[in-house]
Structure formats: structure tokens, C-alpha cells
């Protein structure tokens, strides 16, 4: 079972998309996948129209020896869903005082470990526990980000807990690369902070990747429409670019270890 985590520090870069359209490119592949909603805004959730009050991935890391993962799936279209929970802050805050702490989410995912082949973690917009919950348990990260300064800045924190999380508790982590979303390559802001990623993914010991998702209107009506991207609109330009990017980069980095 290999899993994905997606992530960046700021919110709004298309890392719930993202995280979808992982999920959804290796299922119509034929892979087993379980996409885990970590934000506490449940954004993939509402996306996906999965009911976050009917068993949700807040009650499996509130308590160890309670509620467990296989409890929780709900199974939708696209693949196996573990739903978010609006209450994540709070039960972060709980874990706080608990020995493994950071563990907890690695901990459940081996109860499915023969079950799926791949597990895609939408990560929190933070770095803190959730997140190093998501990093412990990863083999990969895909960093997110538009081309503007605030996004770098969410990557250069999100570095910061890459490099505590494999010291501490997770020394298999790759970081995958560096997606840049929501591209405009008319704008000179674009290009100058792209040049800027791929000197903050060399510190990384990664890269960005090649693809570009350009913005696109469909994406946001695709989630006003509960749909996936490629059932509502499997032409339009981000699902060609988010397409293009896991069957020409993305595949090969798993592939390849």
C-alpha cells in the first residue's frame, strides 16, 4: 500500500482538488484507493457529497481502541472515502497529551493495508499534528502551490515539518515534488515565482514537476455540482493538465520509488 499525502501550509491552492483527482485518476486505472478527508473544513468531503456526521475520520483518531477505519469508509463513485470532521481542531488538541500522538493515523491505516493499493490524505491547510499525522503516514508528499508569494511561504513551512517529521517519525518520506496550480502563464508573477519553487524544492531534495494546472472554471463547478472533475467536464483544461501530469510525472515517481 503506498500513500500519498497532499498538502501545503495556506489554504486555497487546489489541494482538495488535487487530492481528488489522485484518487480518481488511479481508480478509473483500475486501483484499489481510500482518500482520507484530514481538514477540518471538509471541503473533499462536501465535494464528494459524503456525510461527515454518519462516522468520520474525528471519531477514529479520538480514540485508540474505538471506532476504527473500516468503520467509517463510505463508498462513493470515485473510490473509498474516509470522511472528514468539523470537529478535527478540537480532537487535534486532545491528542496532544497522548503518548504516539503523531502516529495515530499510521497506526489505523495498517488494519487496511491489504485492502487498498493506494491511500490519497488530504492534508490540513497547517502544520500542525493532523499534518504531521498525514506526514508520519505518507511515503509521499505532493506539495501544492499557486505561483505567488503566499503560496511559496506555505511550502517553505510545510518544508519545516517535512524535515521534523522524517527525523522524528517518519525517515521513509519522499517529497514527490512540487505542483504548481491555478497557472496563469500570461502574468510575469507566475513565471518569476516558479523559478522560486524550484529553488525551495531543491532544499527539499525533490523538484517541481513539469505540468502546469491551469485555471479553470470547471473545477470550481464541478464541486458546486458534487461531481468529479472528469465526470463533469473530463476536457476541460485542468483535468488535461492534472491528466497529463499523473500519467507523465506522477506515475513514475511511484513507480520508481
Avoid at 471541503?43 to 456525510?51: I, K, P, R, W
Avoid at 490524505?121 to 499534518?131: E, H, I, K
Amino acid at each position: 500500500m503506498v500513500t500519498i499525502a497532499v498538502g501545503n501550509r495556506k489554504g486555497g491552492v487546489g489541494k482538495t482538488t488535487t487530492a481528488e483527482a489522485i484518487a480518481s485518476y488511479l481508480s478509473r486505472n483500475g486501483a484499489r484507493v481510500l482518500l482520507i478527508d484530514l481538514d477540518a473544513q471538509c471541503n473533499l468531503s462536501s465535494y464528494l457529497d459524503v456525510d461527515v456526521n454518519d462516522g468520520n475520520i474525528g471519531d477514529v483518531l479520538k480514540e485508540k481502541g474505538g471506532i476504527g477505519l473500516k468503520d467509517i469508509i463510505v463508498k462513493t463513485d470515485l473510490c473509498d472515502v474516509a470522511p472528514g470532521s468539523l470537529e478535527l481542531s478540537s480532537i487535534a488538541d486532545g491528542l496532544l497529551q497522548k503518548t504516539g500522538r503523531e502516529k495515530r493515523l499510521a497506526e489505523e491505516l495498517r488494519a487496511v493495508c491489504d485492502v487498498y493499493e493506494y491511500v490519497v490524505v488530504d492534508m490540513p491547510p497547517d502544520v500542525g499534528l493532523l499534518s504531521m499525522n498525514a506526514l508520519t503516514a505518507a511515503d509521499y508528499l505532493v506539495a501544492v502551490s499557486n505561483a505567488d508569494a503566499f503560496s511559496l511561504d506555505g511550502i517553505v513551512q510545510l518544508h519545516s515539518a517535512v524535515e521534523d517529521a522524517v527525523e522524528y517519525t517518519n525517515p521513509k518520506l519522499k517529497v514527490a515534488g512540487i505542483l504548481i496550480t491555478m497557472f496563469d502563464k500570461r502574468t510575469v508573477i507566475s513565471s518569476v515565482m516558479a523559478e522560486q519553487l524550484k529553488d525551495l524544492a531543491g532544499q527539499m531534495g525533490s523538484t517541481v514537476f513539469d505540468a502546469r494546472i491551469r485555471r479553470c472554471v470547471a473545477v470550481r463547478e464541478a464541486q458546486t455540482q458534487r461531481q468529479d472533475l472528469y465526470a463533469y467536464a473530463p476536457k476541460c483544461t485542468a483535468a488535461v493538465d492534472y491528466e497529463d501530469w499523473m500519467q507523465n510525472e506522477l506515475v513514475e515517481v511511484l513507480k520508481n520509488g
